[in-house]
């Protein structure tokens, strides 16, 4: 979703002012550039206003002067479309004309050439654009961050900090995203004072400027994590995990940020201490896991399973018993995630497999595929009848992987399942297991079902009959009689 929102942020950032119907951009349609010229001064404003715009789009040079004198049209649909224009071709000679254009009576066409002037990219610029920071619409003075940021002049820092302050939220966005593209450390302390701003931009484009200026940002952030302010807390905390720098002077200030008040820092701390992954941080995330909060405790089993250390082996088996589902689902998780053989978890993961949640039984199903205990067997035969098919599923799944023969009977009725998932998922154990006892049920699953069930269980006794100490001949006539569409 993230990064969904700053796609269409930079979208914005980058996309020309919408152009209205009357202002439609005419195609070239074979008009040459000279023909084009001449339009600029067609009696029809509408004509004008389309040629000025397809000069534009064509972005030949010699359109330049013509279109200089355009943006004096007493017409404002021209007068936008030749200032549009301009930008567009990109010419160093568009920037003194359009530069009063900033003061036109127009909010369009000041826009229009806040707009232009930023594309063209010019220093002379950078006052007047300064200037239209105060403009009385809020578009123009948008315009007027995106092109400072554009040029990124460091005259434009402190009259951007300034619109940091703005009422409208989307010139305070476009301020925190000139400041990242400008990258001068004096506007770290005032980003990280907007962090309590409310709206959702602001903060993104304010986490992007600090990720911009970068080393810099890490000192005044960490401090940050003790302003008396929460919500800046908490973005400071989000924001050090963004940041592309791992910094050890992070790790005491984000573990003391285990104890803040406001669980979402602690949260975000517990994020940012899994990402950094030093060692001084595995004893107060394990502490994390007895916190007050369930979303707290579900970021800490989150941040502790990805720490292969012994010392987090046994809080992970209580976060087996968390009051909270989430935080069981997401500790039986972690020994799928870890893939690791832990032999001693396999009674507390058996123990899950009753749990009254069916995501933290199907985990611990899971999990014990990876153990291959042989302890899980007779449990995990149970676990086919559970009335949750994912459950069903993972448990026929993992009784293939441990290959225990006492599961060849339970995995044969389960062929008869009324979920498809669970009849291949079981199919495909009785291949792991090889049992020849398997091949007619198999054979009778196969005839009264899809084609995507049947091609399982010929795959299913394929693999049982190449194990078995038959000859090859003998094995294919038996796969062609029990299969007899193979033929």
Known sequence: MKRLLLILL???VLAAPVLSLQTAVAEKSGKDV????KDLKNDNSTVRANAAAALGRIKDTRAVVPLIQAIKDNNIYVQREAARSLGLINDTRA???????LKDNNGSARENAAWSLGLINDTRAVEPLIQALKDNDSNVRFRADWALGRIKDTRAVEPLIQALKDNNSTVRWGAAWALGNINDTRAVKPLIQALKDNDSNVLLNIELALGKIGKPAIEPLIQALKDNNSQIRENAAYIIGTVPIIDTRMVGPLIGAL???????RGMAIWDLSIIRDPRAIEPLIQALKDNDSLVRFDAVSAVMSINDSRTEKPLIQALKDKNSTVRRQ???????????????????IEALKDNDSIVRGNAAGALSI??????????????????SVVRGNAADTLGIIKDTRAVMPLILVLKDD??????NAAMSLAKIKDLR?????????????????EAMRTASVAILSDSNLTHDYSASVVVGYFPYMK
């Open 10 to 12: 930079l979208g914005m």
């Open 259 to 265: 104890k803040d008040n406001d669980s979402y820092v």
């Open 95 to 101: 920037a003194e004309p359009l530069i009063p254009l």
């Open 34 to 37: 000279d023909s084009l010229i």
């Open 419 to 424: 979920n498809e998932t669970v009849r291949i």
């Open 331 to 349: 500790a039986a998780f972690a020994f799928i995630f870890r893939g690791i053989n832990y032999t001693w978890a396999v009674v507390p993961l």
């Open 438 to 454: 398997a091949l007619g049920p198999l054979n009778q699953t196969a005839n009264m079902s899809t084609d995507r069930v049947r």
């Open 371 to 388: 153990a291959r205990d042989s302890r899980a067997v007779e449990p995990l035969i149970q676990t086919l009848k559970n009335n949750d």
